[in-house]
Nanobody, 114 residues
Framework: VQLQASGGGLVQAGGSLRLSCAVS????????MGWYRQTPGKQRDLVAD???????YYGDSVKGRFTISRDNAKNTVYLQMDSLKPEDTAVYSC?????????WGQGSEVTVSS
C-alpha cells in the first residue's frame, strides 16, 4: 500500500486549502484513512479520520472548519481545510489502516500566515 499526499502550501489566515491522499497498491480492506499533523518538537496529532461506513472523527481544534471525505472510485481521501488559522501550520501526513497494519504517506507542508 502506498499513499501519496498533495495539496499543501502557503495560505493567509481565513483562507482554504484542500489536501489529497491517493492510495495505490493493495487497496482492499482499507478500514480507515486519516490525516495527522505535526509541528517541530511536538507529537503527531489526529486531524481527522474516516472509517469504513463513512464515520468521521475530528480533532477538537479543527471541528467545524475541516472536512474529511473519501472517493472510493478514485481511492483518494481529501481534507478540506477552511477558516485556516496560523496555528494550523504543520506538516500534514495521511495514514491508512489495513487489517491492523498502518501505512503513512509523505508529509505535506501547510503554512498559514497571519
Amino acid at each position: 500500500v502506498q499513499l501519496q499526499a498533495s495539496g499543501g502550501g502557503l495560505v493567509q489566515a481565513g483562507g482554504s486549502l484542500r489536501l489529497s491522499c491517493a492510495v495505490s497498491g493493495s487497496v482492499f480492506n482499507i478500514n480507515a484513512m486519516g490525516w495527522y499533523r505535526q509541528t517541530p518538537g511536538k507529537q503527531r496529532d489526529l486531524v481527522a479520520d474516516i472509517i469504513v461506513g463513512r464515520d468521521t472523527y475530528y480533532g477538537d481544534s479543527v471541528k467545524g472548519r475541516f472536512t474529511i471525505s473519501r472517493d472510493n472510485a478514485k481511492n483518494t481521501v481529501y481534507l478540506q481545510m477552511d477558516s485556516l488559522k496560523p496555528e494550523d501550520t504543520a506538516v500534514y501526513s495521511c495514514r491508512g489502516v489495513q487489517r491492523g497494519d498502518v501505512y503513512w504517506g509523505q508529509g505535506s507542508e501547510v503554512t498559514v500566515s497571519s
